[in-house]
């Protein structure tokens, strides 16, 4: 919480300290990839936790742009991202197998998952960067569309009645998601320019289905929110004159 | 507004191995299994039937079914103790009855009952009154399954036993059902029989039919109303 806080902060003070100064900006297009780190219960491994994710340290790759009005230093950012978080690990079935063998008092539980923590994400929002002509600093906070691909699906079998098997679906659920961070834009040339970025993006809590839970008893698991910090290096390609 | 993009071979280099990257990544999906077993599982030895005249609260009684095991945890040789299995009821009356569950190769002897009372949305208790003229509750041998002692198999024909049984505990599944650790026995005219009483561990699939599930403990009563 501290670390968005502090994000925002710099958010709105940075572009009011860098106003006075800026060579003007040009509108650029851009690719850039790096890390996507879960953060929070989305990657916490507390199965007695019903909205820890087990997320992990994954990829990210992400199309931005911006349209800075009037070469200002106040422009309209876009980017369309996708990540990934991985997916369930023998370590982590070991953790909710053994609470479900606990919960329901069965001899075993047998867990079965598949699939990995992937989604996309639309988000559009004011953008502002500031600096001279070689190197740039760049704040920004955008809204828009969370749309997960998937989630990893569990199976639990439990011992006592092989044909009673419950599962936790898979989620494609959309749901609103929002970014804020910082990027650094250095010039290679006119056109081109190299560009560091830090972002933390979240989004409202995802809708998990459950199939075939008939008994109030164990790790149910309905809401997921999702929050990752990322950190990439791209290219952004200038735009216009 | 906007010129021509020209792409530079690095960056046409650096898109395309961050797309291979994601198309990698996005088609690593392989599966996992685990199997957790039960780190400790207690044994049940005894079943206690505590009867109150609701009427008469001084009216108290327990009547005890035992099987005690040996050290490797099997039933011992000589068969479950019945001797103490016995209840005498007034007719017409109600009494307040309240199941206690122990396992007695712990020490001190350790409260089952409690355990089941945590996990109630999984276990049921269920009663059977014998000989009857209803449904069956609980359905009858089959094979070479015999009743628990000291009911015989089959029960011998005659008039029914004039017991009354209702579950009066709940548990907390999203439509409560009941459990059956308290209980109220109604007693019709004299008549004698017997009382089967068994455990049932539903998990996932309790519904408040006997047929889910596996048994955990069964017991049998005799019941003389008099």
């Known amino acids: 919480m501290k670390f968005n806080v502090a994000i925002l902060a710099a958010a709105l003070a940075l572009p009011v300290a860098g106003w006075a100064q800026s060579s003007p900006n040009k509108s650029y297009i851009g690719i850039n990839a790096g890390a996507s780190f879960a953060t929070g219960n989305f990657r916490h491994t507390d199965a007695e936790n019903t909205e820890s994710g087990f997320a992990k340290t994954g990829f990210h790759v992400a199309l931005d742009g911006a349209h800075f009005f009037k070469g200002g230093i106040v422009g309209l950012a876009g980017q369309v991202a996708f990540s990934d978080n991985g997916r369930l690990l023998a370590d982590d079935l070991t953790k909710l197998g053994e609470g479900y063998t606990e919960a329901f008092d069965v001899d075993a539980t047998t867990l079965r998952a598949t699939g990995r923590y992937r989604r996309l994400t639309a988000l559009v929002g004011p953008t502002f960067m500031f600096g001279g002509d070689k190197l740039k600093f760049e704040v920004r906070g955008l809204a828009g569309i969370n749309q997960m691909l998937g989630t990893p699906q569990l199976t639990v079998q439990l011992e006592d009645d092989p044909t009673n098997t419950f599962t936790q679906k898979s989620s494609h659920s959309t749901t609103f998601g929002y970014s804020a961070g910082i990027g650094l834009h250095y010039a290679l040339s006119e056109k081109l320019g190299l560009v560091a970025r830090s972002d933390f993006m979240g989004s409202s809590p995802i809708t998990i289905k459950n199939e075939n839970r008939n008994n109030t008893v164990g790790r149910l698991s309905e809401k997921q929110p999702v929050t990752a910090f990322t950190a990439t290096l791209g290219l952004a390609f200038t735009l216009g004159q | ?226």
């Open chain 2, 1 to 226: 507004m906007f010129s021509t993009l020209r792409i530079a071979p690095q960056a046409r280099f650096f898109a395309g191995a961050a797309l291979l990257a994601t198309l990698g990544l996005a088609s690593c999906n392989k599966d996992e299994e685990v199997v957790s077993p039960s780190v400790e599982n207690e044994a049940v030895t005894t079943m206690t039937l505590t009867v109150t005249n609701a009427a008469t609260p001084t009216d108290t009684q327990t009547a005890t079914w035992e099987q005690l095991l040996d050290a490797q945890g099997n039933p011992v040789a000589s068969g479950p103790n019945v001797s103490q299995a016995n209840l005498t009821l007034k007719p017409n009356t109600t009494y307040n009855v309240t199941v206690g569950l122990f396992d007695k190769t712990q020490t001190p002897t350790f409260d089952v009952g409690a355990e089941i009372r945590e996990r109630a949305n999984i276990h049921s208790f269920f009663f059977q009154p014998l000989p009857t003229t209803q449904p069956l509750v609980i359905p009858a041998p089959t094979g070479s399954d015999t009743y628990p002692l000291p009911i015989p198999t089959p029960v011998p024909a005659g008039n029914p036993l004039n017991l009354t049984v209702d579950r009066t505990d709940r548990d907390s599944n999203t439509t409560p059902l009941p459990l059956g650790i308290t209980n109220t026995f109604v007693t019709g005219a004299a008549s004698t029989g017997y009382l089967q009483v068994v455990l049932r561990h539903q998990p996932n699939s309790k519904d408040g039919t006997y047929t889910p599930g596996s048994t955990d403990f069964d017991a049998g009563f005799t019941v003389k109303i008099q």
